[in-house]
């Protein structure tokens, strides 16, 4: 069972979202629920006790924007909701990075791209699920693959810095083998988890939370290819 929720305050939007969701889930076979919302403070008052997996969220609306309520459910400790923005400007796309949106529709809503990224927002939350298995000298660990933001090499010793760091001896490339498109190698002692991206210079990749990855020369116009494709 797949938990939508649509936020915009327009019902006249969200029955029409509505209705499309519905047609997917027939024709893919998924089996759902739809929760609707008339405001971004509506959402954030019942939001803890059932997070969607996938949230249409409309930017534009009277009081909190969708950005904003995107921000705080992110800064609130959840990872897993697939965030899908509808907005009738593409002005908004940069500030996705923020809040690891899985995409952007633009209003009027197309049914087949409506369609397409739902199918990708049920791959991502599969994926979502799958953990790597670290053998330290200490412990195991099952760490969720969401929750690395990136991977380092110095001499033998790989670390993968996630919610905390862990350090192994193994070949980088063992660990990559693991990975999924999400993640980028960036020159040969760095792996990048696109998601955890907020910006990118020409020297260095900037973080969710603070830290910074260096960038090799070259490597810029890789990277920055990387975040475009990911948003399609």
């Known amino acids: 069972m797949l938990n939508f929720t649509l936020c915009d305050d327009s019902a006249a939007e969200r029955e029409y979202i509505k209705a499309l969701v519905f047609e997917w889930s027939k024709r893919s076979g998924a089996e759902i629920s739809v929760r609707e919302c008339p405001s971004a403070e509506a959402l954030l008052f019942e939001y803890e006790d059932n997070p969607p997996d996938i949230l249409l969220l409309d930017i534009e609306m009277s009081g909190m924007s969708g950005v904003e309520l995107a921000k705080r459910l992110r800064q609130n ?73 990136y991977i380092e090499v110095i001499k033998n010793y790989v670390t993968v810095h996630a919610e905390r760091d862990y350090t192994l001896k193994m070949p980088l490339k063992e660990i990559e083998a693991e990975l999924d498109e999400r993640f980028i190698r960036v020159g040969r002692s760095y792996i990048v988890n696109l998601g955890f991206i907020t910006r990118v210079t020409k020297t260095e990749v900037y973080l969710k939370g603070g830290g910074t990855v260096p960038l090799p020369r070259g490597a810029y116009e890789k990277v920055n290819r990387a975040i475009i494709n990911m948003k399609r």
């Open 77 to 149: 400790g959840n990872r897993l909701s697939q965030i899908i923005f509808i907005t009738a400007y593409s002005d908004y796309i940069a500030e996705g990075y923020d809040v690891a949106a899985l995409h952007y529709l633009l209003k009027p809503v197309d049914r087949e791209k409506l369609f397409s990224v739902l199918s990708r927002a049920v791959e991502k939350i599969s994926d979502d699920g799958k953990k790597l298995v670290l053998e330290t000298p200490d412990e195991t660990a099952l760490v969720p693959i969401c929750d690395i933001k």
